[in-house]
């Protein structure tokens, strides 16, 4: 499996349950890579969407221990719930979308982690693990700086080379 994130300079991703920046470059990006994907996430970032709806043409799976069962997405209890609905999927199918908690959770278990970088400080109140200081991550691509928003941002691309077993 893999994650999808958005950083600041300080590898900063949310306050306030929402996003630091508009980037429509990256959302575009983020659209591409989901797309008629599985999306995985906890249960305040499906709360953070508008209408607290699951994003569309996407498989959603939601990690919300005591949620209540949904039409619109897949809610599972717990990581082994979690563990049991993701071996439905291909593994390159499947995409951490957040939030912060989770993505430190489902980290170790990420093959690959597609990083956008923004050159700028969000002022974030919640952060992602700087791969660049985990010796199991390696920064295999980066992007040509895009201009999006007034922000200047770039793709890259981390492996991990010691993925654990979900």
Do not use: Q
Request: aromatic share 12%; hydrophobic share 35%.
């Amino acid at each position: 499996m893999k994650a999808i994130v958005a950083v600041d300079k300080k590898w900063g991703i949310g306050k306030k349950n929402d996003l630091l920046f508009s980037l429509p470059e990256d959302m575009k990006y983020f659209r591409e890579k989901t797309f008629n994907k599985v999306v995985v996430m906890g249960s305040n970032t499906l709360k953070s969407f508008p209408n607290g709806k699951p994003l569309k043409n996407r498989t959603n799976i939601v990690l919300f221990p005591g949620g209540e069962k949904r039409e619109d997405c897949i809610v599972v209890d717990s990581l082994n719930e979690l563990s049991k609905e993701l071996k439905k999927y291909p593994a390159d199918d499947v995409f951490i979308i957040g939030g912060a908690m989770f993505y430190k959770t489902m980290l170790p278990f990420c093959s690959e982690v597609l990083v956008t970088k923004v050159n700028a400080d969000g002022h974030a109140e919640v952060f992602y693990e700087n791969l660049d200081e985990k010796k199991e991550w390696k920064c295999v691509s980066v992007s040509e700086p895009i201009l999006t928003n007034g922000y200047e941002i770039r793709f890259t691309v981390y492996k991990n080379s010691d993925v654990k077993e979900f």
